[in-house]
């Protein structure tokens, strides 16, 4: 099973810190990123040579926006997010969930939230969940080599596409400087070590052209690529040394047994995307909501008129929420809580507090087709998750338009402040 299939589990035996600095990175930084954002995965820092720009050297305008792809546990989201200032977005995607909830972990170390720094879980051979011509700047560390060669030239068209016109590429990756004979191809120690699916310079540059890119530069970084192998000389404790994912469950990787530096190198790669007139979207994000865990439960529906007589009623055993963001106009639920959407999961211990004891908490949106039912099912996610049994998540049926619609005129309902 390659290291790019699904649901691999994340086992790292190299030692983070030797490998870390070994490939760029300095003291300084290292301690400026969460504990466990830097996990020997990398074979360069991207940052330092990305030139990101802060909105404070860009008047009037805001921070940059960078994607890292195959962020891994974050190091160089957390980096790029120091560089773009409170106003930029650093976004990490990585195609593995336990990578993504490690790296969302890291960043609430550092109190760290979207959309300054979002961590979105996304195949690199798929669509990019990333608005096309949003992004400044694309980072990426030992990656694409691991992505199997069809892969490689989406991705790279993918990096066109997000890019903003006159857009920039840093990568650091691992490149063949021959090609690579079936034997270190099929090796597992190549395989896990970030080698076997490294290509020659012509070819990678193809594929950079190919996808639309220009102003290649190619610089070899002249690291020691024995570096992945020297804390754990006999395949270390547990049994797999390397740059990348783990070795397939039961089997063992070890240390190639061939000289890497002979046949890879580490570069930095650098590309552009050309300039012109575009219409630059004011996200980045596809879905705002990529960027928080995948809501587990579906809390029940209760209709218009359920609600209608709990608000009658002298009961006070429920809340209502409305989870609309910009389109009030019209009126609300009388006596209903506002919450903005895109903040509410990080603001979810606050909203716990609020009310844990109110046994129904029922969401509401314009339709409650979707931000609302999201919230009442991160809502409830937490309540499980607290083991709390006294509150429970409902969705208002229809959302506030059927709500409107149904009790038009009368006021005890409605409110249109
Ligand atoms: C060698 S690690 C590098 C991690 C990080 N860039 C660093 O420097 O610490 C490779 C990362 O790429 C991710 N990855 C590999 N193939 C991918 C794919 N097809 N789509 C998205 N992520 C992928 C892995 O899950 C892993 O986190």
């Given at each position: 099973?390659?290291?790019?299939?699904?649901?691999?589990?994340?086992?790292?035996?190299?030692?983070?810190?030797?490998?870390?600095?070994?490939?760029?990175?300095?003291?300084?930084?290292?301690?400026?990123?969460?504990?466990?954002?830097?996990?020997?995965?990398?074979?360069?820092?991207?940052?330092?040579?990305?030139?990101?720009?802060?909105?404070?050297?860009?008047?009037?305008?805001?921070?940059?926006?960078?994607?890292?792809?195959?962020?891994?546990?974050?190091?160089?989201?957390?980096?790029?997010?120091?560089?773009?200032?409170?106003?930029?977005?650093?976004?990490?995607?990585?195609?593995?969930?336990?990578?993504?909830?490690?790296?969302?972990?890291?960043?609430?170390?550092?109190?760290?939230?979207?959309?300054?720094?979002?961590?979105?879980?996304?195949?690199?051979?798929?669509?990019?969940?990333?608005?096309?011509?949003?992004?400044?700047?694309?980072?990426?560390?030992?990656?694409?080599?691991?992505?199997?060669?069809?892969?490689?030239?989406?991705?790279?068209?993918?990096?066109?596409?997000?890019?903003?016109?006159?857009?920039?590429?840093?990568?650091?990756?691992?490149?063949?400087?021959?090609?690579?004979?079936?034997?270190?191809?099929?090796?597992?120690?190549?395989?896990?070590?970030?080698?076997?699916?490294?290509?020659?310079?012509?070819?990678?540059?193809?594929?950079?052209?190919?996808?639309?890119?220009?102003?290649?530069?190619?610089?070899?970084?002249?690291?020691?690529?024995?570096?992945?192998?020297?804390?754990?000389?006999?395949?270390?404790?547990?049994?797999?040394?390397?740059?990348?994912?783990?070795?397939?469950?039961?089997?063992?990787?070890?240390?190639?047994?061939?000289?890497?530096?002979?046949?890879?190198?580490?570069?930095?790669?650098?590309a552009l995307k050309?300039?012109?007139?575009?219409?630059?979207?004011?996200?980045?994000?596809?879905?705002?909501?990529?960027?928080?865990?995948?809501?587990?439960?579906?809390?029940?529906?209760?209709?218009?008129?359920?609600?209608?007589?709990?608000?009658?009623?002298?009961?006070?055993?429920?809340?209502?929420?409305?989870?609309?963001?910009?389109?009030?106009?019209?009126?609300?639920?009388?006596?209903?809580?506002?919450?903005?959407?895109?903040?509410?999961?990080?603001?979810?211990?606050?909203?716990?507090?609020?009310?844990?004891?109110?046994?129904?908490v029922i969401f509401?949106?314009?339709?409650?087709?979707?931000?609302?039912?999201?919230?009442?099912?991160?809502?409830?996610?937490?309540?499980?998750?607290?083991?709390?049994?006294?509150?429970?998540?409902?969705?208002?049926?229809?959302?506030?338009?059927?709500?409107l619609s149904t009790?038009?005129?009368?006021?005890?309902?409605?409110?249109?402040?």
């Amino acid at each position: 099973m390659p290291p790019w299939t699904k649901n691999e589990t994340i086992l790292i035996f190299v030692d983070a810190k030797s490998v870390a600095e070994a490939f760029g990175y300095t003291d300084e930084e290292l301690s400026s990123v969460p504990e466990g954002a830097h996990m020997g995965l990398s074979c360069g820092n991207p940052v330092a040579t990305a030139t990101i720009k802060e909105a404070i050297l860009r008047v009037n305008q805001k921070g940059e926006t960078v994607v890292d792809l195959g962020s891994g546990g974050g190091i160089d989201v957390f980096l790029a997010a120091q560089k773009v200032g409170p106003s930029g977005k650093a976004i990490g995607l990585d195609m593995s969930e336990d990578m993504i909830a490690l790296a969302r972990k890291n960043a609430a170390k550092k109190g760290l939230k979207p959309p300054h720094v979002a961590f979105v879980q996304a195949y690199l051979t798929e669509p990019l969940p990333i608005e096309s011509n949003s992004v400044d700047c694309i980072i990426s560390n030992c990656v694409i080599n691991l992505l199997p060669q069809e892969g490689k030239a989406f991705a790279l068209k993918e990096v066109h596409r997000i890019l903003k016109p006159g857009g920039r590429v840093v990568l650091n990756d691992i490149v063949a400087k021959k090609p690579l004979p079936e034997n270190i191809k099929n090796d597992m120690a190549s395989y896990v070590g970030c080698i076997s699916g490294a290509i020659v310079i012509d070819e990678y540059k193809m594929l950079l052209q190919d996808a639309g890119l220009g102003n290649l530069l190619f610089v070899d970084t002249k690291s020691d690529l024995g570096v992945y192998y020297q804390s754990s000389e006999d395949g270390g404790a547990l049994g797999t040394p390397g740059c990348c994912t783990p070795a397939p469950p039961g089997t063992k990787a070890g240390k190639p047994d061939y000289d890497v530096n002979e046949w890879v190198a580490s570069y930095q790669i650098y590309a552009l995307k050309e300039d012109g007139p575009a219409e630059i979207p004011s996200t980045a994000l596809l879905r705002w909501w990529d960027a928080y865990p995948v809501v587990k439960s579906s809390p029940p529906s209760m209709t218009a008129e359920e609600v209608a007589s709990l608000i009658r009623s002298s009961a006070t055993d429920f809340a209502v929420i409305d989870v609309r963001r910009n389109d009030h106009a019209g009126g609300h639920v009388r006596g209903s809580h506002n919450v903005h959407a895109q903040t509410f999961y990080d603001e979810l211990p606050e909203v716990y507090q609020k009310f844990k004891d109110v046994p129904k908490v029922i969401f509401y949106c314009q339709s409650s087709n979707g931000r609302g039912p999201r919230c009442a099912g991160w809502y409830q996610d937490y309540l499980d998750s607290q083991g709390n049994k006294t509150s429970s998540a409902f969705v208002l049926k229809g959302g506030i338009k059927n709500w409107l619609s149904t009790f038009e005129g009368q006021e005890d309902l409605i409110d249109k402040d």
